[in-house]
């Protein structure tokens, strides 16, 4: 949930996330954010409570016997260097905003749940997605690539990707990433929730649904 707030407002949900799992609300948070007063404290202590050092994004929660907060950081002493032969424009210096991008991806992939990544232009949104898929395991997942523009239909994008599936071996799981080249108006978000919708209620879209898991 935290990975998809804006920069400027994680202190924000820092101090909130904070004060929730504290055995009293602090009335300070209360007042400075106007909490309502039905939010109450926790009937019960939780059993793992946050480092108090740096901030909730700094961690990730492990479900290993009581459970347990782990750096973000540790997680890049496993990144594999980068190759000596790789070319300049396909380097990825990995940090801990992509170690956590990687990770949900995992996550929602395996669970078959659509991902939306949504930033401004150049910020790296397709080049981590495609790092991603083309380095998943392709005995159970094959990635495809389709570049929307403002005309492509829904039947065009259900005959591009029926194309690649009539070899598809059985158990073998299509991963689409779906990029949306260029949206020029101020309620860009809302539209593409909008367009989002109705695709996924064609039924075109739900027969699509049931052989990928849909990656924007």
């Given at each position: 949930?935290g990975?998809?707030l ?33 939010i ?14 740096g901030?909730?994004f ?20 496993d ?5 000596k ?18 990770h ?50 829904a ?18 799981s ?21 367009s ?8 075109n ?12």
């Amino acid at each position: 949930m935290g990975v998809i707030l804006m920069a400027n407002y994680r202190e924000w949900f820092n101090i909130l996330f904070r004060a929730l799992t504290e055995r009293e609300f602090p009335q300070e948070v209360r007042q400075r954010f106007d909490i309502s007063p039905e939010i109450g404290n926790p009937t019960e202590p939780y059993i793992v409570s946050l480092p108090i050092t740096g901030s909730v994004f700094d961690y990730k929660y492990i479900k290993e016997g009581k459970g347990k907060w782990k750096l973000w950081l540790e997680d890049l002493k496993d990144v594999p260097p980068i190759p000596k032969d790789i070319s300049v424009n396909q380097i990825i210096v990995f940090t801990v905003e992509t170690i956590r991008y990687f990770h949900l991806f995992f996550y929602l992939v395996r669970h078959h749940k659509p991902v939306l990544m949504v930033g401004p232009t150049g910020t790296g949104k397709s080049a981590y997605i495609m790092e991603f898929l083309l380095k998943s395991n392709p005995e159970i997942f094959k990635p495809l690539f389709v570049i929307f523009s403002a005309q492509t239909t829904a039947n065009q994008t259900q005959d591009i990707i029926m194309s690649k599936l009539d070899r598809r071996k059985k158990g073998l799981s299509l991963n689409l990433n779906i990029r949306f080249i260029k949206i020029t108006r101020k309620n860009s978000f809302a539209e593409v929730s909008k367009s989002l919708t109705r695709y996924r209620s064609e039924s075109n879209f739900v027969r699509l649904s049931k052989y990928c898991n849909v990656i924007m």
